[in-house]
């Protein structure tokens, strides 16, 4: 893309382009119900809402190269949360403000109608000592499902309106709700003094005109640096906050290295806008998932989709491919004994043909299993042991196999870890391929509900009490899935395709 062309072109130019380059991608290039980019690169889900009666998900973009560059906003649309309808892309980084990007955010539908996209704009500035820095700031465009233009106005918050210490540099990715009261609240990550991260809250009455409240959480140094793309929702009797901590250190199997999620559960003071924090948990456990966002369906449900990829693995998708990046399975959540738990969105089941049901088989060594294979699959398995005095050691079940390449997922009863394995899955490249997580087990027992798209795994373990997600990189005509035990187990299967 050539970026002398006039900045007003911009949007026009990416519209044209990806018309024309999405015809390159035929149908089984691309996961069967994960979102993936219309052409090109997918980070964030970005204003993730329902307007006018259908599903919308905004996404971080970039439509010529499959490779992060100056961010777009893509669009799609749906009316189920599985089948997605390509919209064309809704902003480009073509004004002064955000020339160097527009990068993650929201949406809000006011009363009137309008639909308003709200995000962070970037644009480098030259600093005392020479080098480049991003500038962010919080900006609006407003539209009408297809088409927006952005806000006069802009920016609406800039760094004249950040706290004491706050950094004008890593202050972006607002999330916006409206109060019981008809107010509006925003909560932005910022960079705090201390060089770690904190959510920012802004109150407006109309949306358009935002003044700063207080900080809503701080880091403090305990859950890696900056922390990124908040949400904030009640549910089930308490408050969750949701962000994404760049730079984590592990902390046993809870937190991993790198960039990762988190959540943190507690009560809220709607009126003072005081969070207590009463616990913390890793959102996914596994190696692929990040900067999640959460809508609140018609029928009461509160549902979440992450991007599926991990920042430090980036480079396994070549520019010159088709498409870089997808979405999570959207999840239903809940908070259970001060937990959040996460299940597949019911839709999903809508997929569901040809099921195979299999009761009490025992495994000793490795197995295959008429009727069990695919790379569609919607798949339950509840593990146990054939004799309680004499536990198995490990249990494995492979997927998206052949003679030489699978991806696995592993428990071992006598340490209580579930590890995700790729490193057989095709991939050229030292990335990250294997995670391990502490689970609950009673004595051996396990139940882990497994969903296979051509391109990722996501396994939900026990009833949705922890996920572990993976982008998957075989190709997708190895479809052989096999068990294993070291020792004897006894497994239940539910297996059903997904088409």
């Known amino acids: 893309m050539d970026k002398n062309l006039s900045d007003k072109n911009l949007l026009n130019e ?3 382009y990806e018309s024309i380059h999405e015809k390159d991608i035929q149908s089984g290039m691309r996961p069967l119900f994960h979102l993936t980019p219309r052409v090109g690169w997918m980070n964030d889900p970005n204003g993730f809402c329902i307007y006018k009666g259908r599903y919308h998900m905004f996404y971080q973009y970039h439509p010529f190269v499959s490779q992060w560059d100056d961010m777009y906003w893509g669009h799609a649309v749906s009316d189920d949360l599985i089948h997605w309808t390509y919209m064309p892309a809704a902003m480009a980084p073509d004004e002064e403000y955000d020339k160097d990007g527009c ?9 009137d109608g309008r639909h308003l996209l709200i995000y962070t704009g970037v644009r480098n500035e030259e600093q005392e000592d020479g080098q480049l820095r991003y500038i962010q700031t919080q900006n609006i465009a407003v539209g009408d499902g297809e088409n927006y233009v952005k806000y006069e106005g802009n920016p609406v918050i800039t760094e004249k309106d950040l706290p004491a210490g706050g950094s004008r540099h890593d202050f972006r990715d607002p999330k916006v709700w409206r109060r ?3 107010t509006y609240i925003m909560a932005v990550g910022n960079r705090s003094a201390d060089d770690s991260g904190q959510i920012l809250l802004y109150k407006s009455e109309d949306c358009f005109n935002w003044e700063y409240w207080r900080v809503l959480a701080a880091n403090n140094n305990r859950y890696g640096k900056m ?4 949400d904030f929702f009640e549910l089930d009797g308490k408050w969750v906050l949701i962000v994404s901590p760049q730079d984590m250190l592990p902390e046993g199997f809870e937190y991993h290295n790198g960039d990762g999620t988190l959540c943190l559960i507690g009560s809220y003071d709607e009126t003072t806008g005081e969070f207590r924090e009463e616990r913390d948990q ?10 999640p966002q959460t809508i609140l369906t018609e029928d009461g449900r509160r549902v979440m989709i992450g991007w599926m990829q991990n920042w430090d693995a980036c480079a396994i998708r070549k520019s010159k491919a088709p498409w870089a990046g997808q979405m999570s399975v959207p999840r239903e959540l809940a908070v259970q004994d001060g937990r959040l738990y996460q299940t597949p969105i019911r839709e999903l089941e809508t997929l569901r043909h040809d099921p195979v049901i299999i009761k009490d088989m025992r495994i000793s060594g490795e197995k295959w299993i008429d009727g069990i294979e695919g790379r569609t699959v919607d798949m339950t398995l509840v593990i146990r042991p054939a004799d309680l005095q004499n536990i198995y050691h490990k249990f494995t079940v492979r997927f998206a196999r052949n003679d030489r390449f699978w991806t696995s997922l592993s428990f071992r009863p006598h340490e209580r870890t579930l590890k995700v394995d790729r490193k057989f899955s095709g991939s050229r490249r030292a990335i990250v391929h294997q995670r391990r997580c502490l689970v609950n087990d009673t004595v051996g027992c396990l139940k882990l509900r497994i969903i296979l798209d051509r391109f990722s795994v996501e396994a939900f373990i026990n009833d949705g009490e922890q996920v572990m997600s993976s982008a998957l990189y075989t190709d997708p005509e190895i479809t052989g899935i096999s068990f294993f035990a070291d020792g004897d187990a006894v497994i239940d299967i539910e297996k059903y395709s997904l088409y």
């Open 180 to 182: 019981s009261d008809g």
């Open 14 to 16: 990416a519209r044209k």
């Open 282 to 291: 890793a959102i996914d456990y596994g190696i692929d998932f990040y900067a």
């Open 103 to 111: 990068f993650s955010g929201c949406s809000v539908a006011l009363d």
């Open 227 to 230: 922390w990124e793309c908040p």
